[in-house]
């Protein structure tokens, strides 16, 4: 049984870049959430997307997008990158029915670093 | 808003011993989960266990259990026979029962001594 996957593990881009990051859910959840976690501090919620559509966002400017596929997989999209967007982005999975709805299982993160 | 506090940024623990980390949080909401979750150096975020807050019966997961008191609004993590394991950052996270995002703590990291 699959869990949370994300890729790329590792990214370095330049200010001013456009990233796009993502994102495969658990097997069985089509709810995914996307949360930015910066050093030394807990992870912050930017979106959840569940039938293709966003349904609740954090505190986070417009450069930050996403997109869910009719397969559950997402994308995560910063554009004209800052400083200030290195961090760690992690992305979680849940499912809309059944047992354990509220519970969010991580995927291992990608890291991002802008110079 | 809903907020999170962990007042603890690093705890150690001598192999075998107990502990306890300390969360609380602050809502007006009265029906809503509580997470404890482990990040490891290798930075998977894992779930340690989740308590509903309708539910008196403190959750237990093998060595780890919960104190919840609901209206002190506090949510600590006892984690008996400490293991090398164990040793990572543990966060505290609430949702409200319909809601649809983690709110997280700042973290605590667990140190464990062999």
């Known amino acids: 049984d699959a869990g949370v996957t994300q890729s790329p593990t590792h990214l370095i881009k330049t200010r001013g870049q456009q990233v796009t990051l993502r994102c495969s859910p658990k097997?069985?959840?089509?709810?995914v959430s996307w949360y930015q976690q910066a050093l030394g501090q807990g992870p912050q919620f930017i979106f959840q997307?569940?039938?293709?559509?966003?349904?609740q966002r954090g505190n986070f400017p417009d450069r930050f997008s996403g997109h869910q596929f009719p397969n559950y997989s997402s994308e995560l999209n910063v554009n004209a990158l800052l400083l200030g967007d290195s961090a760690l982005y992690l992305c979680?999975?849940?499912?809309?029915?059944?047992?354990?709805?509220?519970?969010?299982?991580f995927g291992p993160g990608t890291r991002l670093l802008v110079l | 808003a809903q907020t999170v506090t962990q007042s603890q940024p690093e705890m150690s623990v001598q192999e075998a011993e107990t502990v306890t980390l300390s969360c609380t949080y602050d809502?007006?909401?009265?029906?809503?989960?509580l997470f404890w979750y482990k990040q490891p150096p290798s930075r998977q975020m894992i779930l340690v266990i989740r308590?509903?807050?309708?539910?008196?019966q403190n959750a237990t997961e093998n060595r780890f259990s919960v104190n919840f008191q609901k209206a002190a609004k506090s949510f600590s993590l006892k984690i008996s026979d400490s293991q090398l394991g164990d040793a990572a950052m543990y966060f505290c996270?609430?949702?409200?029962?319909?809601?649809?995002?983690?709110?997280f703590g700042a973290g605590t990291i667990l140190r464990v001594k062999s």
């Open positions: 997307y569940y039938e293709e559509e966003e349904r």
């Open positions: 308590q509903e807050a309708y539910k008196q």
């Open positions: 979680a999975s849940s499912p809309r029915a059944g047992e354990a709805t509220e519970t969010q299982y």
């Open positions: 097997s069985g959840h089509d709810t």
């Open positions: 996270a609430y949702r409200i029962q319909y809601g649809n995002k983690l709110v």
């Open positions: 809502t007006s909401e009265s029906d809503y989960y």
